[in-house]
């Protein structure tokens, strides 16, 4: 991602979930057919590679806590702290030089990258 | 090709590295890197929420070892993201 900065990530994670969100019932939750267009269009590399996330029908399960049959942003912001979680745990397996802290990339897989910032492709310390 | 969700995800974790990465615990940052974070990446939050740097540390350093951590960090980011969701109906 060019020019990294926490506001930006931040706001892609709202307007992302606000895209799906407003499509069907409740503009400001994912329904099961929502939450799945999401990751189809907008996870592909992510979710692929994260095997316990696979079943939409389960992921929606673990996220709705409030069991509504729907997710709202503070559950799916949750599905965004776990995906932070696993896709930094995988920077480190696929680390160039794993005696020094250094990091390869991330979720998205080898060959998948470019996020356009020259991270994820290792930076050695 | 990563997507636009998927970098802005790893950005998180690049955010916090581009502080915890200055010296000392590579996974930790000290009240000091804290602080910067804070200052560079958080303003408006920190700004809105009128607390000081010692009461985030307070409130986030879960283990009380007086280093925020990764997952300490994602606490601190959970909160933002619901702000600024919230923030995002009242515009």
């Given at each position: 991602m060019e020019n990294c900065t926490m506001e930006k990530?931040?706001?892609?994670?709202?307007?992302?979930?606000?895209?799906?969100?407003?499509?069907v019932?409740?503009?400001?939750?994912?329904?099961?057919?929502e939450m799945k267009q999401l990751i189809t269009k907008e996870l592909p590399n992510f979710i692929k590679n994260a095997k316990d996330l696979q079943d939409v029908k389960h992921l929606m399960q673990e996220l709705d806590t409030n069991q509504n049959g729907q997710v709202d942003f503070k559950e799916f912001s949750m599905m965004m702290a776990r995906l932070t979680m696993a896709t930094h745990e995988k920077m480190h397996e696929n680390a160039p030089?794993?005696?020094?802290h250094s990091h390869g990339p991330g979720l998205e897989g080898k060959g998948g990258s470019s996020c356009g910032?020259?991270?994820g492709h290792g930076h050695s310390h | 090709m990563a997507t636009k969700l998927?970098?802005?995800?790893?950005?998180?974790?690049?955010?916090?590295?581009?502080?915890?990465?200055?010296g000392g615990h590579p996974h930790a940052l000290s009240r000091e890197q804290f602080g910067k974070l804070?200052?560079?990446?958080?303003?408006?939050?920190?700004?809105?929420s009128k607390?000081?740097?010692?009461?985030?540390?307070?409130?986030?350093d879960i283990n009380q070892d007086g280093f925020i951590n990764f997952e300490e960090f994602l606490i601190l980011t959970l909160k933002m993201v619901i702000e600024h969701h919230e923030d995002s109906h009242k515009e």
């Open positions: 990530a931040l706001d892609i994670i709202v307007n992302t979930f606000h895209h799906y969100s407003t499509r019932g409740n503009p400001d939750t994912l329904v099961k057919g030089d794993k005696d020094h910032s020259g991270h | 998927e970098c802005a995800i790893n950005c998180l974790v690049e955010v916090f590295h581009k502080y915890s990465l200055t804070l200052e560079k990446e958080c303003s408006e939050f920190t700004k809105k607390k000081t740097v010692p009461e985030f540390m307070k409130e986030l």
